[in-house]
């Protein structure tokens, strides 16, 4: 049941009353006793000892063991004795945790200290049960050493030292890898492997020891065979073990034994070479053990000479090839095993030649030229040719039909470069490949184009109205810069704008220069252009945009004149001067103005720099009294320029009569025509008239208008309700008020006419039905109602009379039907309901539902002939 997961408890006079470890009392996890260092009055009782499973949850209780206090003598005080202590030697693997513990007895109850004697405790280690136990988590190898416990009280002081060793388990550094060898070669295996303690070594193979014999030798890890045979093949294994572990690296090691072959690797069966080039013939063979290698032109060996040679891997390598090389060449390889031979032709062509043409040009950007290849070759070799620039092969799919491979003669080839770019200058180079060689040359092409862009744009100094810039210069792409153009934009301008310069001309050879006639307190941005001959460049980076310095304005408003206003108020109006011009902070406007034929300047200040105009109000002025006026500006800077001076008028009075002859009449249900005339001597001149309108029940207070124009003098009123009596007054304005009302009148809306119609027709038949009129108290009763239907571009409409909400319609003709009722009583006809369009149908049944009707207003067709009657004859 013990074991490292079991787990001590003590139980205080009854379960689940735990003792509680601290200072005083301590639970040993290795003896599992309970220790108390100075018993106290309250440690009288009955005490349990419970071990648990952590891994299980079993548990097992011991007897009851009572503690009891002596009482014929006092407990005087003593040194600390150390009572639990852990081993002389602590041993602990690599990874884990190791707890050592440490508890003293004494009176005054002792204070455990820890300490790593030539050295210091581990930062990762941890004190627990008030420094009872020393816990280090995943110890290393240096965490051992020396460790030290004191216990220490008023008394005197006692310690106990033990020494912590850390051992690892053997670990392989270097395993065995699976190994092929030739018959009759060296074996060197080695394995290593790390631990605490160093890890011993010892050698298996097909899992029986492996014994030292003449030819076999282990040393330390190493494996050494000489002189490999078959009897060597088999599994081997390596084991390296110290006192705490063993681990074993496995390898099979094959003995090879076979006669030459070339199965794996052909000679090529014809090799094509040209006169000076070096030829490499391979022959490599395979067996085991290794074969020889010897090598015949024809029936006689090849003799080694200063062109001629064997190398290691056992090729043939000639130098200088000449036709006197030419022939049959045979490879032999041999071992114990036995013997294999390959053959391979030599053919020694003359060498190619090639001419790339013309060698060095000068193109402008946009031209085209063609590039000529020439080759001189043998006639029996196939030639292939490839085109490079700058090195790289040139893509004909990808470069925008700009080139054009063009093979007109089996000998040579042309390259045509259509609409040059700049980036099109460099080097070409023609190659030229065949199976026995391959050749190149290369022809320089040189693009002039514009320039490119200036370099970065360096504002060096600012004033109100210039700046000094500098430059990079720009590349001049093979044609010289001839000069340079100064550009400048601000928030005011329309993208990039050419400025004036200081010196006018800027040539090539400058990298700086003063923009000139800048507007004071506005932000620029600067860039430069490039020209020469060809054409002009792409402009530099714009620079950091700066702002000018502030300056007094210099620039006046501009259409000064003057406003309607109310009486007694002169209105000066201008147009405001552009943020561009304001030329600093602190902007705004001076208004000057005085009686015409006076001689003081009478001066206003407005301080917005968006104002457009200035009220001046003064009692003591008439109507339409002349001023001359004009504006001027200022700024933080100081002031600046008036505009001209121009005569204004002060404002007129309102308008000083009513209109007369007000009439309204009712058009229709919801709209009421309202007519009127206006005294031609009124003081003020009007610019429109108002018209006020009300319901009867309603105050006038609550009024709405309609304003109209001063041309006007009468007006419809829509959106009104039906059946409804309004009053109306009507009075004139302008800009300095209203004028008095005109007398009230009164009208009243028409009655609703029949509504909601509804139809069915079956046949030549038409029902019809419809919601009934309601009459108003000051209205007689609805007698009946009309019916007036005829046929659509006919004059003549036929009645049918009813005294109920529907009718029977005969549709006799084909056609389309125009249908409208009218309620009728001792007053005569009403309004007529909407028009509707029936189309005369012979088939089945059709409803108002199934089908789209077409209507017609009938108010509006009388409209005109009202206005003509009502609307008198009036002049302005």
């Not at 013990?2 to 996890?29: A, C, H, K, M, Y």
């Not at 004036?500 to 003063?514: H, R, V, W």
């Not at 003064?618 to 933080?636: H, M």
Request: hydrophobic content about 35%.
């Amino acid at each position: 049941f013990l074991g490292p997961t079991s787990f001590f408890f003590w139980v205080f006079n009854e379960f689940p009353s735990f003792v509680v470890e601290d200072s005083r009392r301590f639970i040993s996890q290795e003896t599992g006793n309970l220790y108390i260092s100075k018993v106290q009055t309250s440690d009288v009782g009955s005490y349990i000892c419970l071990v648990k499973n952590t891994v299980t949850n079993a548990r097992v209780l011991s007897p009851p063991t009572p503690l009891t206090l002596r009482n014929d003598g006092v407990m005087g005080e003593y040194e600390p004795k150390i009572e639990v202590h852990f081993p002389f030697t602590v041993t602990a693997a690599k990874g884990t945790t190791v707890k050592m513990e440490c508890f003293a007895l004494g009176n005054p109850v002792p204070t455990i200290t820890w300490m790593k004697v030539n050295g210091y405790i581990p930062s990762k280690a941890r004190l627990r049960k008030s420094q009872a136990v020393l816990e280090i988590p995943n110890v290393q190898l240096d965490d051992a050493g020396l460790y030290e416990c004191r216990a220490e009280n008023s008394r005197g002081k006692n310690s106990f030292r033990g020494q912590l060793q850390v051992y690892t388990y053997p670990h392989w550094v270097e395993k065995l890898n699976d190994t092929q060898l030739d018959s009759g070669s060296p074996l060197q295996w080695e394995c290593k492997a790390t631990g605490k303690p160093r890890p011993t070594y010892r050698w298996l193979k097909n899992g029986v020891p492996l014994l030292p014999q003449n030819r076999i030798e282990m040393v330390n890890g190493v494996l050494m065979i000489h002189n490999v045979n078959q009897s060597d093949a088999g599994m081997y294994q390596c084991l390296a073990e110290n006192k705490y572990g063993a681990i074993y690296a496995s390898a099979e090691l094959k003995i090879l034994a076979s006669a030459p072959t070339f199965a794996l690797n052909q000679l090529k069966k014809t090799i094509i070479v040209t006169k000076g080039q070096e030829v490499v013939i391979e022959c490599k063979p395979q067996g085991s053990p290794k074969p020889t290698i010897s090598w015949k032109k024809g029936d006689k060996a090849v003799r080694e000479n200063k062109r001629i040679a064997n190398l290691p891997d056992g090729s043939l390598r000639i130098l200088n090839a000449s036709k006197s090389d030419e022939g049959k060449y045979v490879c032999q390889g041999e071992n114990v095993f036995g013997s294999s031979e390959i053959i391979a032709s030599v053919s020694v062509k003359e060498p190619t030649k090639i001419e790339l043409t013309p060698k060095r040009t000068e193109l402008t950007v946009g031209e085209s030229i063609v590039l000529n290849c020439k080759a001189i070759h043998d006639a029996s070799l196939d030639i292939t040719f490839y085109w490079t620039l700058k090195g790289q092969p040139i893509d004909f799919e990808k470069e925008g039909g700009h080139f054009e491979s063009i093979r007109a003669q089996a000998s040579s080839a042309d390259l045509m470069i259509r609409n040059i770019l700049l980036m099109h200058a460099g080097r070409y180079g023609c190659r030229v490949q065949t199976t026995a060689d391959s050749v190149s040359d290369e022809a320089e092409l040189l693009v002039r184009g514009p320039p490119g862009p200036p370099g970065v744009v360096i504002v060096e100094e600012i004033t109100e109205s210039t700046a000094t810039l500098s430059w990079s210069p720009a590349a001049d792409n093979h044609s010289p810069i001839s000069s340079y153009n100064l550009q400048a934009r601000s928030p005011f301008s329309l993208g990039w704008q050419t400025v004036k310069t200081i010196p006018e001309i800027i040539t090539g050879d400058l990298e700086s220069a003063m923009a000139v006639d800048l507007n004071p307190w506005v932000e620029y941005e600067f860039r430069v252009v490039a020209t020469n001959p060809i054409g002009t460049g792409d402009p530099s980076t714009p620079s950091r945009m700066i702002r000018t310095n502030e300056a007094v304005p210099k620039t006046a408003p501009t259409n000064v004149s003057g406003r309607s206003g109310r009486r007694h108020e002169l209105v000066i109006a201008w147009e405001p001067v552009s943020e561009e011009f304001q030329n600093g902070e602190g902007f705004g406007y001076i208004v000057a103005f005085r009686p015409n034929g006076t001689r003081g300047w009478k001066e206003k200040m407005v301080t917005s720099s968006e104002a457009s105009k200035f009220i001046y109000r003064d009692e003591s002025v008439p109507p339409l009294t002349p001023f001359e006026v004009k504006v001027g500006v200022y700024n933080n800077k100081g002031d600046g320029p008036f505009s001209q001076i121009v005569v204004i008028c002060s404002a007129e009075g309102e308008p000083s009569a009513a209109p007369t002859d007000v009439k309204a009449t009712s058009v229709s249900v919801s709209e009421i025509l309202v007519a009127w005339k206006h005294i031609k001597e009124s003081l003020g001149r009007p610019q429109g008239f108002e018209v006020g309108y009300w319901k009867d029940m309603e105050q006038e207070d609550a009024a709405e208008t309609v304003k109209t124009r001063a041309n006007e003098s009468s007006v419809i009123l829509t959106g009104l309700e039906g059946n409804t009596l309004y009053h109306f007054t009507v009075r004139a304005y302008n800009g300095a008020g209203y004028g008095p009302p005109s007398s009230e009148v009164r009208a009243t809306t028409k009655k609703s006419p029949p509504s909601n119609l509804r139809w069915e027709q079956q046949g030549s038949q038409l029902s019809l039905g419809w919601e009934p009129v309601r009459p108003l108290t000051n209205e007689s009763d609805v007698m009946g109602y009309k019916v007036f239907y005829r046929q659509e571009g006919h004059s003549n409409s036929q009645v049918i009379e009813t005294q109920k909400p529907q009718a029977i319609v005969p549709l006799p003709d084909a056609g389309v039907y125009v249908i409208e009722v009218r309620a009728y009583s001792e007053g005569g006809d009403g309004t007529a309901s909407s028009q509707i369009r029936v189309p005369s149908y012979s088939g089945g049944k059709i409803t108002s539902a199934q089908s789209t009707l077409h209507t017609v207003s009938p108010s509006s067709l009388s409209i005109t002939l009202l206005l003509a009657l009502m609307i008198p004859s009036t002049s302005w």
